[in-house]
């Protein structure tokens, strides 16, 4: 989709960037680079980290690196049960300040990475939609090394410098072609999924606020960057990864939907296609529109500890209860807002980095509230996010 004329003064703000910025874009782009899994590196950025250095981890995870000083930065979406979200490798930290480190955590241990503990994730819905696959919901952010007051921001594989937040950041998936029947079966018989992961090249992951969104979209639909836009970093997840917020928190639920309108585009009083771009700096005090949550079907209700219960092992003090699953039918379409607490901003407490084992080689921002939605707040200001949004 086109993007509008810019103006003159911001079109020669965007020249001047791109002309200051030679050291960046020599560099490969992270979206450029494609891998066949399990054929990935030991580190898709390594040491040319482009103006922020070098990688802070690895993308070759394995048994080895898997514990909770991981420091592994391939994440996975495959299912409800099965899913990744980036977070930061300390505590106490704010998205803000380690958007360029965040390394995987992981629903169940097999993918070489830190393992979400019981009780982080407190609600989420799994959609199985046209176009994207799309896991959002609520959580104790506290267990993922973050400060409890931090309202977190977006981590994309692009950034000011085209070299991802995290830097070597990559996304794999088996869901692409499945849907809720088939992830039932899955379920029911105690299976993984296709051990055949396709690489996410166009993705966004929200956290902060005690809320998170991921969505992942198709590699083979040509809109994929327009349903994945990067460039809404500011207005969180009611407008990036549209769901009905209010109804997931204490639920864990799978449905086939719709795909959403991409960010920022909607139709005008006078029935005309337009498209709304973040500001590029100052505050958000309006949005031009609001959003429809798109029709979903096919919902299957589980037990958060029937979900969890591999990674519950990993943890004693945790038991899993038994099987249960609760089916419904039909369609939604309604607006909603997210309910979450709002949480105040506050100076973050560092701890230090943990140590981390290497793999071995076996296998080739402050709350913003615009009509009473808390909205997550990205990192980027200014200068850097003149660059990530023309970049």
Request: glycine content about 10%; some cysteine.
């Amino acid at each position: 989709m086109a993007r509008v004329t810019l103006l003159p003064i911001v079109a020669v703000a965007v020249s001047m960037v791109r002309a200051q910025s030679g050291t960046t874009t020599s560099l490969e782009p992270l979206a450029s680079k494609h891998f066949t899994w399990p054929n990935i590196p030991y580190q898709v950025t390594g040491d040319e980290g482009g103006i922020r250095g070098p990688q802070f981890g690895y993308n070759l995870c394995n048994s080895t690196t898997e514990n909770q000083q991981s420091l592994c930065q391939t994440s996975f979406l495959n299912s409800l049960d099965d899913f990744c979200m980036w977070s930061s490798s300390q505590t106490d930290d704010t998205i803000g300040e380690s958007e360029a480190r965040e390394v995987a955590w992981c629903t169940k241990p097999g993918h070489g990475t830190r393992v979400l503990p019981p009780g982080t994730l407190q609600g989420a819905q799994f959609l199985y939609a046209k176009n994207y696959l799309q896991v959002v919901g609520f959580l104790d952010q506290t267990k993922v090394g973050l400060d409890p007051t931090d309202e977190g921001g977006e981590l994309d594989p692009h950034g000011a410098d085209e070299q991802g937040n995290p830097l070597g950041g990559i996304v794999f998936t088996n869901g692409f072609g499945q849907n809720s029947a088939s992830y039932q079966s899955q379920f029911k018989a105690g299976g993984n999924g296709s051990q055949t992961f396709t690489q996410v090249i166009e993705w966004i992951d929200f956290i902060g606020g005690g809320i998170f969104c991921l969505k992942m979209c198709n590699p083979s639909d040509p809109n994929a960057a327009e349903l994945c836009q990067h460039v809404y970093d500011e207005i969180g997840c009611n407008w990036n990864a549209l769901a009905d917020y209010g109804s997931i928190n204490g639920t864990f639920s799978v449905c086939d939907s719709d795909d959403m309108t991409p960010p920022g585009v909607f139709t005008a009083p006078n029935g005309q296609l337009t498209t709304w771009f973040q500001p590029l700096n100052g505050p958000i005090t309006t949005i031009p529109y609001t959003t429809t949550i798109p029709s979903s079907s096919n919902c299957v209700t589980y037990q958060s500890t029937d979900l969890y219960a591999a990674a519950a092992s990993a943890f004693p003090t945790t038991t899993s209860g038994s099987s249960t699953a609760t089916t419904t039918s039909g369609a939604s379409s309604s607006t909603g807002t997210a309910k979450s607490g709002s949480s105040s901003s506050g100076a973050t407490s560092r701890t230090g980095s943990s140590t981390s084992s290497q793999p071995t080689n076996t296998s080739s921002s402050g709350a913003l509230s615009i009509n009473s939605a808390p909205l997550a707040v990205g990192a980027l200001t200014g200068l850097a996010l003149i660059m990530s949004i023309f970049a």
